[in-house]
């Protein structure tokens, strides 16, 4: 009761408050003047403030356990120098915390140690270097994107990147919009708006994060037209439902789903000779859009670009950025007739790329020209086709480094022991491709006797590059397939630090894990990486 009493003493707290040095006094503070060099005055001044008013509401609400003792013992209007200068040293301490935390990038680098490649909550697909220094080169400065070097003119966006995308993928002509779902939209409103779309019932997809066949349909005007059942639909089903309204033929690869059992599906080639009879554009979404036999890398065969192209489709739309793994682009390839008329509808030009697309597009496609080298150079590529025995190798690298940091720690620290081993595991591709493809994988699994895994699992998160791991009984799992070589070094400094193990971190709060984790405590990181 006595606390009680001490808390509600107004005199008392109001000469703390008293105590708070004032803004001017505090912005002369050597290590202050050092900020404002850094970060500029303005931002400065605002964090001191913010951090004084914070600290004024703190001790008003009696939050401030050191200060409480503080209150308790002060005679009302005597106070110590003592008191003084903690409260100046606590207030200086609060301010470099804050402005750390204020100038830090909210959208930051992360470590990914789930396994899923192209995980599309992480960023989906990673840059390889070549594309980007090439695209940094473009974008920080002038560039020709739309302006025709021959002549001195205003040129087309998309010729730059167009040559190379006809070369790798066999097509005519190629245009690049914001993403696959853009592309769709923007096929369909403009080979389709007003007339009737013919489409298989087993192919109605939805795509994580609202995308809908049938929602794109009715947003680029065109009709639905399902024909077939679920399981089965045949060249005859497309032919009967063909009337006057119907504009166009569109197949779309079921990516993140199969249908299996008694089931037929109408092939490209079969859809293609019924367009050619009919006039009709076949259109097909390829979603993830591979430029490469995967099945040559031991996975399972993904239908690729160059397939549909020969195969008869005379609109192919694909994802930059997903199996592709390059930048977020939806990119469509096919008949020159068609894309030119997508070139010129209104909204080609609202969902058009911008400059450091466009350079990283150019320079993902040209590394497909020898597709030896894209997988060399194409990090989702790479990581897809590292053997699993590569991947065990460095995951023993690492969990060997990460002991060693371990157990070369000071005993005397506040650190509880923990265990590292390499663990079997499996690893996903991620962004709805190749959804039934276990890839075999090792993970640096990592666990503390006195942390829960929900809570190492947290503490990574919060690191200034998190780390983002996998939920496995009481193990956090690192999956190596998805950490890179340089990364090691940084986990290493992790563990050397000491954070990450620190007991008793926040006693009084215990961190339960949040409904992700909770997701990825499935050994099977199947929903993740939600495209
Ligand atoms: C992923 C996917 C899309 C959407 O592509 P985004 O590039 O994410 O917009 C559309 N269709 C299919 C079949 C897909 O797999």
């Known amino acids: 009761m006595k606390q009680k009493e001490i808390c509600n003493d107004k005199i008392g707290k109001r000469n703390i408050c008293r105590l708070i040095p004032r803004v001017d006094s505090l912005m002369e503070e050597k290590e202050i003047r050092e900020m404002i060099r850094e970060?500029?005055?303005?931002?400065?001044?605002?964090?001191?403030?913010?951090?004084?008013?914070?600290?004024?509401?703190?001790?008003?609400?009696?939050?401030?356990?050191?200060?409480?003792?503080?209150?308790?013992?002060?005679?009302?209007?005597?106070?110590?120098?003592?008191?003084?200068?903690?409260?100046?040293?606590?207030?200086?301490?609060?301010?470099?915390?804050?402005?750390?935390?204020?100038?830090?990038?909210?959208?930051?680098?992360?470590?990914?140690?789930?396994?899923?490649?192209?995980?599309?909550?992480?960023?989906?697909?990673?840059?390889?270097?070549?594309?980007?220094?090439?695209?940094?080169?473009?974008?920080?400065?002038?560039?020709?994107?739309?302006?025709?070097?021959?002549?001195?003119?205003?040129?087309?966006?998309?010729?730059?990147?167009?040559?190379?995308?006809?070369?790798?993928?066999?097509?005519?002509?190629?245009?690049?919009?914001n993403n696959n779902a853009a592309a769709m939209l923007l096929i369909l409103s403009?080979?389709?708006?007003?007339?009737?779309?013919?489409?298989?019932?087993?192919?109605?997809?939805?795509?994580?994060?609202?995308?809908?066949?049938?929602?794109?349909?009715?947003?680029?005007?065109?009709?639905?037209?399902?024909?077939?059942?679920?399981?089965?639909?045949?060249?005859?089903?497309?032919?009967?439902?063909?009337?006057?309204?119907?504009?166009?033929?569109?197949?779309?690869?079921?990516?993140?789903?199969?249908?299996?059992?008694?089931?037929?599906?109408?092939?490209?080639?079969?859809?293609?000779?019924?367009?050619?009879?009919?006039?009709?554009?076949?259109?097909?979404?390829?979603?993830?859009?591979?430029?490469?036999d995967l099945a040559k890398y031991g996975l399972a065969h993904e239908p690729m670009v160059q397939e549909a192209v020969k195969g008869g489709a005379d609109v192919v739309a694909f994802s930059g950025d997903k199996l592709l793994g390059g930048p977020q682009a939806g990119i469509i390839v096919g008949r020159k007739k068609y894309i030119d008329k997508m070139k010129r509808h209104p909204l080609a030009r609202a969902l058009r790329i911008d400059k450091f697309t466009a350079a990283a597009l150019e320079a993902v496609f040209r590394q497909y020209l020898d597709p030896d080298r894209a997988v060399e150079r194409i990090p989702a590529l790479g990581m897809l086709t590292r053997p699993a025995e590569t991947v065990r190798k460095d995951a023993e690298k690492m969990a060997a480094r990460l002991s060693a940091v371990i157990s070369a720690g000071d005993a005397s620290s506040n650190r509880t022991e923990a265990d590292i081993i390499v663990q079997a595991c499996v690893s996903r591709a991620g962004g709805g491709s190749l959804p039934e493809e276990n890839i075999e994988s090792y993970a640096v699994a990592v666990s503390a006797p006195e942390i829960t895994a929900g809570e190492l699992a947290a503490r990574f998160r919060k690191l200034d590059r998190p780390v983002i791991g996998r939920i496995s009984g009481e193990k956090l799992l690192l999956d190596m397939r998805t950490i890179r070589e340089e990364e090691i070094a940084y986990l290493e400094s992790v563990f050397r630090d000491g954070k990450i193990l620190q007991r008793d971190m926040s006693p009084q709060k215990k961190t339960y894990p949040q409904k992700n984790e909770i997701r990825q405590k499935d050994e099977m990181p199947r929903k993740e990486g939600e495209q």
Not at 52 to 76: A, F, H, P, V
Not at 86 to 103: D, G
Not at 130 to 153: I, P, Q, W
Not at 219 to 239: C, F, I, M, S
């Open 39 to 177: 970060y500029g005055y303005n931002c400065v001044l605002r964090v001191v403030r913010r951090t004084l008013d914070e600290l004024r509401e703190e001790i008003w609400n009696g939050t401030r356990e050191e200060i409480q003792d503080e209150i308790r013992e002060k005679i009302r209007d005597e106070i110590r120098e003592e008191t003084k200068e903690q409260i100046r040293k606590s207030a200086m301490e609060r301010i470099v915390e804050n402005l750390r935390k204020e100038m830090r990038m909210n959208l930051t680098s992360v470590v990914n140690g789930t396994g899923i490649i192209l995980h599309t909550g992480l960023g989906r697909a990673p840059l390889g270097e070549e594309v980007l220094r090439h695209a940094a080169a473009v974008a920080g400065g002038y560039s020709n994107l739309e302006f025709d070097l021959e002549t001195g003119k205003r040129g087309e966006r998309c010729v730059n990147f167009e040559e190379t995308v006809c070369r790798v993928t066999g097509a005519e002509a190629a245009l690049a919009v």
């Open 190 to 292: 403009s080979l389709a708006s007003g007339g009737e779309v013919i489409v298989s019932r087993g192919e109605l997809v939805e795509i994580g994060g609202g995308f809908r066949i049938p929602e794109i349909m009715e947003l680029g005007g065109a009709l639905l037209r399902e024909v077939g059942t679920t399981n089965r639909t045949r060249p005859d089903d497309y032919r009967n439902a063909i009337g006057e309204e119907t504009k166009a033929l569109l197949k779309v690869h079921t990516s993140n789903y199969r249908i299996i059992g008694y089931t037929q599906e109408t092939s490209l080639e079969k859809l293609a000779a019924l367009g050619e009879e009919t006039g009709l554009p076949v259109i097909q979404d390829l979603g993830s859009g591979v430029l490469i």
